[in-house]
């Protein structure tokens, strides 16, 4: 094959023969210009691997300036001489997926095991958050740099969907590990702080609680399924798809069965008052507190289960809210509520985490701060009994 002094005036000039000819060049080793019968011109890097000589295409000729297709060789000869083997990168590239076709993958092992609210939420942040910024990336080029790019700017806009996009980003590298479509340890979400999130959480004092009734009462007439869904909720903790979603086959005569609750089947025992209220919404006044015989299938609350008729109990709410002067007060508050109340009772915080059905014992103690003011309280009241026991019934110290 000839060595030239390839420029690219002879690139673009050269013709082509009745053979393939390459045109090495005589300043870059083993970089030159394939000349095809057709007049089909390729940039190409030859090099030996392994005591074989290889040869590589860079970019076809037209696609890229002459001085870029030595970069691209010097380049990946220098790779080769560090040990690499293009060829087996190439084929690697073919076996290993893109993020979309990955995002689909994993939708299918693993979508059967997650909650159907779960796997909604999944695909919701796929279309919306991920597959726009890393759908066309090899799942193993995937780097910290490119998600920390994404989540920064991601962050700018939403922390707190940010945020629950990169706990999806995150879980799928390590599947894609386990797959092996990643090296081990190598996930790209690793080292990379979440947004903090902010404490919007509140709880009603026994004020709030008491205008949060009258308001219920008030609307009542307007909106009945609704408001008594949003008192079953203020009564158990549960929270609001636990109720919403509820067939007559999950109430029992002193608890509701949650076979499909966040953290996994329990069981929410049922007070007094909420025993009632499920008679009521029964249609009956059952003296034993127990709700009558249902069709075990019908839905508790069928306006409203499985998503329906949001837009209904947002409006109930906004305007109980409003007749109460609660605020932005979320329905989620009212679970809040429960455990503040609970924590402030005296119950221990383990037995508060098993009524809410807490995965976590940390989850429960972000509740612990309610009870200062009754510590505070109680600390007055046994530092009077201490106090008055050592002074001898003395109103004052004496030094």
């Not at 997650?114 to 279309?127: A, F, H, Q």
Request: hydrophobic share 40%; proline share 7%; charged share 30%.
């Amino acid at each position: 094959m000839p060595r030239v002094d390839l420029t690219p005036r002879l690139a673009r000039d050269c013709a082509a023969g009745p053979r393939e000819t390459i045109l090495f060049d005589r300043g870059q080793p083993g970089f030159g210009l394939r000349v095809h019968p057709s007049g089909r011109k390729v940039y190409v890097l030859q090099a030996r691997i392994g005591g074989r000589t290889r040869r590589f295409v860079i970019a076809r000729h037209g696609e890229i300036e002459l001085a870029e297709a030595r970069r691209r060789a010097r380049d990946l000869l220098a790779r080769i001489r560090a040990g690499e083997d293009p060829a087996e990168e190439r084929r690697r590239a073919r076996r290993v997926p893109d993020f979309a076709a990955f995002a689909e993958e994993y939708l299918r092992r693993c979508a059967p095991n997650l909650k159907p609210s779960g796997g909604r939420t999944v695909r919701t942040y796929l279309k919306a958050r991920l597959l726009p910024a890393f759908g066309r990336m090899p799942v193993d080029r995937i780097g910290p740099e490119d998600v920390a790019a994404w989540f920064d700017a991601a962050s700018a806009e939403r922390p707190g969907a940010a945020n629950r996009a990169f706990e999806i980003l995150r879980a799928m590298m390590f599947r894609a590990e386990e797959w092996g479509w990643r090296p081990p340890g190598t996930n790209p979400c690793l080292g990379i702080a979440k947004n903090p999130r902010r404490n919007v959480a509140r709880c009603l004092d026994a004020g709030e609680l008491e205008r949060l009734g009258r308001a219920l009462d008030a609307r009542e007439a307007e909106w009945p399924e609704a408001v008594a869904a949003i008192r079953l909720i203020a009564l158990t903790g549960c929270r609001r798809s636990e109720v919403l979603d509820r067939r007559w086959r999950d109430i029992g005569d002193d608890a509701i069965r949650l076979p499909d609750a966040k953290t996994g089947p329990r069981t929410v025992p049922l007070g007094a008052a909420a025993r009632d209220l499920v008679a009521a919404i029964a249609g009956t006044a059952d003296t034993a507190g127990s709700p009558p015989t249902r069709d075990p299938d019908a839905f508790v609350f069928p306006r409203y289960a499985e998503g329906r008729g949001q837009h209904s109990l947002a409006s109930c709410w906004d305007a109980v809210r409003a007749d109460a002067r609660l605020g932005t007060l979320r329905l989620h508050d009212l679970r809040h509520t429960v455990a503040s109340q609970a924590v402030m009772s005296g119950e221990n915080l383990p037995q508060v985490g098993r009524l809410l059905g807490h995965r976590s014992h940390r989850t429960t103690e972000a509740y612990t701060h309610l009870a200062d003011g009754h510590l505070a309280a109680a600390a007055e009241r046994i530092g009077g009994i201490i106090a008055g026991a050592m002074v001898g019934g003395r109103r004052t110290w004496t030094a």
